[in-house]
């Protein structure tokens, strides 16, 4: 069983920044992909950021500029920084792997901008 963990969510104004973490298990560049998804109130989860096993990154059309995906191989952690946040911001944000044709799931952080 994978195990994912995600924190940093919380409350912020627009604007503001916010960090989010994702602990995975050990060795994340065995995955496929790390990705980052959210699902906003009433609506599907979407992707917001990918990044592969080989670094390449993808950033979704509706928060490029803003949010940035990376890794710490050593701590086996995958961040998504968020920028300049805005009300249509606020999701439940998920951190997923994907091995072969599977994905892992952690259970997401509440991401809230308002003022």
């Known amino acids: 069983q994978v195990q994912l963990v995600e924190s940093g969510g919380g409350l912020v104004q627009p604007g503001g920044s916010l960090r989010l973490a994702c602990a995975g298990p050990?060795?994340?560049?065995?995955?496929?992909?790390m990705t980052w998804h959210r699902q906003l109130p009433g609506k599907q989860r979407e992707m917001v950021a990918s990044?592969?096993?080989?670094?390449?990154?993808i950033i979704d059309d509706a928060v490029k500029g803003r949010f940035t995906i990376s890794r710490d191989t050593t701590a086996n952690v995958v961040f998504l920084d968020m920028n300049n946040l805005q009300p249509e911001d606020t999701a439940v944000y998920y951190c997923?792997?994907?091995?072969?044709?599977?994905?892992?799931w952690g259970k997401g952080t509440l991401v809230t901008v308002s003022s």
């Open positions: 990044l592969s096993q080989r670094g390449n990154k």
């Open positions: 997923g792997a994907t091995l072969g044709v599977v994905n892992y």
């Open positions: 050990e060795n994340i560049l065995r995955f496929n992909f």
